[in-house]
């Protein structure tokens, strides 16, 4: 059965203190990798595609890899603003019907 | 600015109601889709159209109807014969369906008593 099984569940961190986020999944044919950030009360928003093993994508104080197995969310120095929680969703056949996603990390950074 | 709207933000109904949850989009996308959000668990699909007058059944279809006679619009129908309707409803278009990145709305918390 395909998954995705993200971790931390939940993690809190003091503004500038880097750690990574993990999604991991168990699907074969990988499509696409897709990470999106989450508001409470709103929709997500989409923050990086990673296709193949060794991509990275990096967008302010956030990077994104992929692996065969799984991929990381690296946030270096952050922020309150980012506190969020964030998502993957992988695509393992043709077709964005074909998404898992996961359950998610909810991330607090405090002040 | 373009974007997906949905409405309204709550929605309180009795057991036993229909009730429509609306979404629209101005992004000039073909595929819209409709997700449910429950806590703990992954964002499950409930319908996706490709195009106008044409959409599929996703995991989670049963007790749940749609509509698309314009490429704008994508109106989910929740029927009184979807057992657990309470949660967060999420309408997302995309550029095409070929895993192309989705683009969500703010979402619709429906709350039936």
């Known amino acids: 059965e395909d998954q995705v099984t993200q971790s931390p569940e939940a993690l809190r961190l003091q503004e500038g203190e880097s750690s990574s986020l993990n999604c991991s999944y168990t699907?074969?044919?990988?499509?696409?990798l897709f990470w999106y950030r989450q508001d409470p009360g709103k929709g997500p928003e989409f923050l990086f595609t990673l296709y193949s093993a060794g991509e990275e994508k990096e967008k302010e104080r956030l990077k994104a890899t992929l692996t065969k197995k799984e991929s990381f969310l690296h946030i270096t120095a952050p922020k309150p603003e980012d506190s969020a929680t964030y998502l993957c969703?992988?695509?393992?056949?043709?077709?964005?019907?074909?998404?898992?996603f996961g359950t998610g990390t909810r991330l607090t950074i405090i002040p | 600015d373009g974007g997906i709207t949905q409405s309204p933000k709550y929605l309180f109904r009795k057991e036993g109601q229909n009730v429509t949850l609306s979404c629209e989009q101005n992004l000039n996308h073909d595929a819209m889709y409709w997700y449910r959000q429950d806590p703990g668990q992954g964002l499950r699909l409930i319908y996706y159209?490709?195009?106008?007058?044409?959409?599929q059944k996703g995991d989670i279809a049963e007790g749940y109807s749609v509509s698309r006679e314009k490429k704008e619009s994508f109106p989910l129908t929740v029927t009184s014969a979807q057992k657990n309707p309470t949660a967060f409803y999420l309408c997302?278009?995309?550029?095409?369906?070929?895993?192309?990145?989705?683009?969500f709305g703010n979402g619709t918390r429906l709350t039936v008593t």
């Open positions: 969703a992988v695509g393992w056949n043709f077709g964005n019907e074909k998404l898992t």
């Open positions: 997302a278009s995309s550029v095409n369906r070929q895993n192309s990145p989705l683009h």
């Open positions: 159209s490709q195009i106008v007058n044409d959409f």
């Open positions: 699907v074969s044919g990988l499509r696409g």
